[in-house]
Structures are given as C-alpha cells and as structure tokens.
C-alpha cells in the first residue's frame, strides 16, 4: 500500500466501530488512506460512556479537526436508535441485555463526542458510511457488509435511503441473517457460508430492486466474484476499507 503523507491540518480521523475490533485510520479528503489501519478490540460489556471514553481517547490524540465515525447499529442525526450487537454483554454470541439495550437507546452519541472532544464529529451507521466509500451513485445500489453479522445499505442514484436492517430478520432455517451470514458460520463451515452469501445476495437483491450489489467488509475478501457469475444481478467485492474511505464525504460530498 502506497502511503501518502500530508499535514495534519489536511487529515481526518476514519474510525469503524465494529462488533468485534474497531478500525482506526487517518484519511485524506478524498478518502485515500494516509497510512496503515490501526486496531482494537471492542470491549464487552460495551456501555456508551464506555465507548465515548475509548473514541475520545483516540480522536484527542489524532489533533485532528474533522472525525467520522461508522457505528454498528442505526443512527439517526448522530442518535443511535438501535445498537443491535453492542447491546449484547459478550458480544454477539449471547443475547441482548435488556437495561444495556436501553442505555443505548436514544443516546446522543455524536452530540457526546463532540462536547467531550470539542472536535467536528460525526457519527452515521457502518453500512452507510461503508455505500459513500464503494458506490458508484448510479442507478439502485444495494451494500452488504460481511463481518462480525451483516450489514446493509441502499443508495439510489446516490442518495442513502433508509431501509430495514436485514441482520436481524429470520432466514429460512430459524436463524437470523446475522448468524447465517457471520463470522461464526463462515469459520465453522466455509463451503456453506460462501453458499448462504450467494442465495442471501441474490434474495436481496430482488427484494430492494438493486442494479448493483457491493460487498464490503473483512468477509468480503474471502469470496470470488465468480461464486456470483450467474446471479443477474452485478456483484463488486471491496476492501475491509469501504467505510473508512467513506469517512471523507461526510464532510467533503
């Protein structure tokens, strides 16, 4: 990976916030990163104050002026209204905790960062931040991120639209699309997963009228686009990067 180097003055801090690691990148404006991907892992139980401490820590120490952050659950206007997986005490192998689910429910997370850091802060779910990093913006673009669980996302002629989350809906065998399609099942049976990837793309894609459908996500290097040479509907597999690149168009779009 070449690296380019430029003033802090001109960076922005890219963070992911994943279920299982958060990512961790400066970007340039036109969302090219500036240097190598930085982790850590997501601490379980995770509170909001608990994530807020961790993510001001960091964007403290990056002096930059403009952060943009992907959470794994919905956000509106920097308000989580689900956090689905951080929800969950020890992570997504166990259930959702109720007074945890409620503690972040309604919190203002984009609103705390910004008082705790006195930075330019801002705050969208993963999935979106994922469709500003690998759309094309033409015609009806359907994202699904491969990770922890799944995520998802649709732009028409490049406006995000506000869609159901399919994680957590039921497949076929009882299981829910987070289970079915994430890390657990690809490391138990690969050959399956690969296959459950295949039909949910192709089911999801006829369900949302999608032109194009963009993988994204750690998962989604460990597919080939020939596994979907048949479907009728184009499939373009990206980087582990889709989000952070996308960080870039929440202030220069």
Not at 22 to 43: N, P, Q, Y
Not at 45 to 64: F, G, N, Y
Not at 71 to 97: C, K, M, Q, S, W
Request: aromatic share 6%; hydrophobic share 45%; charged share 25%.
């Amino acid at each position: 990976m070449v690296i380019t180097r430029v003033s802090i003055d001109e960076r922005i801090l890219a963070i992911d916030v994943g279920a299982t690691n958060m990512k961790f990148c400066h970007v340039d404006e036109f969302g090219a990163l500036l240097e190598v991907v930085r982790r850590r892992r997501t601490h379980y139980p995770c509170t909001p104050w608990q994530l807020v401490e961790v993510l001001s820590a960091r964007i403290t120490r990056s002096k930059c002026s403009q952060v943009g952050i992907g959470f794994p659950g919905d956000v509106e206007h920097g308000r989580v209204t689900n956090a689905f997986n951080l929800a969950r005490p020890g992570g997504i192998t166990t259930d959702v905790d109720i007074a945890l689910d409620e503690l972040w429910r309604g919190f203002e997370i984009q609103e705390a960062l910004v008082d705790a850091t006195d930075r330019d802060v801002r705050v969208v779910n993963d999935a979106d931040l994922a469709a500003l990093g690998c759309c094309r913006e033409l015609g009806t673009e359907m994202v699904l991120t491969l990770g922890t669980g799944v995520g998802n996302a649709l732009m028409i002629e490049g406006a995000l639209q506000q869609v159901e989350s399919v994680g957590a809906r039921s497949s076929v065998d009882g299981r829910t699309f987070d289970v079915v399609l994430g890390e657990r099942s690809r490391a138990q049976n690969e050959v399956e997963w690969r296959e459950s990837v295949v039909r949910a793309v192709d089911d999801f894609a006829q369900e949302f009228g999608a032109t194009i459908v963009h993988l994204a996500g750690g998962n989604a290097k460990r597919l080939a686009p020939v596994s979907f040479a048949d479907l009728p509907t184009p499939v373009v597999i990206h980087g582990n990067d889709a989000s952070l690149r996308g960080v870039a168009k929440l202030f220069y779009a």
